[in-house]
């Protein structure tokens, strides 16, 4: 079975440009989330989806969005980007997203903003 | 609200010595527990999960952790390091809300000495 994959794998941005990032879950896994990981903060949870409804979202702006669609694959969309939005960016994705369910991670896009 | 403090960012052992790696966790429901490890430029891997079954949780690569409610506390530990071991190791927290909101620790580095 295909693990959970992330594309691409890094990118680099200009400041106030918007980036798209793609994650495709494990086939039959209907909840994906994604996470920040930066030296600084560390991980910190975006938003889950679960069949196509975001169920959760984290401290972040508005910049920050999501979708998912109906083969759960998931788009997370950053808008006007900043310095300080240049992270690892990881998708997890589980069967049901039931709190006690293990997550799988996807090797995470490298956003880098200059 | 839920939270995980790892003691020690960085943590150095000999090859063939124990490993410990400390975790204190706050929630004011029954948690489910996690450590994962992240190999550089990778996503994170499950080693094991609490989800109240058993107090003592093996995981893989011969690593368990311990829950004790008493001590708020999910110690990993491995009897033997091994030079693989050497990586980033995170405690997660999860509490019931039925979707996957996971709250990370900030992290250990693990350095293995030969």
């Known amino acids: 079975k295909a693990g959970v994959t992330q594309t691409p794998r890094y990118l680099i941005k200009t400041r106030g440009q918007q980036v798209t990032l793609s994650c495709s879950p494990i086939?039959?896994?209907?909840?994906v989330s994604w996470y920040q990981q930066t030296p600084g903060q560390g991980l910190q949870f975006l938003f889950e989806?679960?069949?196509?409804?975001?169920?959760n979202k984290g401290n972040f702006p508005g910049r920050f969005s999501g979708r998912q669609f109906s083969n759960s694959r998931s788009e997370m969309n950053v808008s006007t980007l900043e310095l300080g939005d240049s992270a690892l960016y990881l998708c997890a994705s589980s069967e049901t997203g039931v709190e006690n369910t293990e997550a799988f991670f996807g090797q995470g896009t490298r956003l880098t903003v200059v | 609200a839920q939270s995980v403090t790892q003691l020690g960012s960085h943590v150095s052992v000999s090859e063939g010595a124990l490993v410990l790696l400390r975790c204190n966790y706050s929630s004011s429901v029954p948690p489910y527990l996690f450590w994962y490890v992240q190999y550089p430029n990778q996503g994170l891997q499950l080693l094991l999960k609490?989800?109240?079954?058993?107090?003592l949780v093996k995981g893989i690569n011969g690593f368990e952790a311990e829950f004790k409610k008493s001590e708020t506390s999910f110690h990993l530990t491995k009897p033997s390091a091994h030079m693989s071991d050497a990586a980033e190791y995170f405690c997660?927290?999860?509490?019931?809300?039925?979707?996957?909101?996971?709250?990370f620790g900030t992290g250990t580095k693990l350095q293995v000495i030969p």
């Open positions: 086939s039959g896994h209907r909840s």
């Open positions: 997660a927290v999860s509490t019931s809300g039925g979707y996957q909101k996971v709250t």
């Open positions: 609490y989800t109240s079954a058993a107090t």
């Open positions: 989806y679960f069949s196509e409804t975001q169920r």
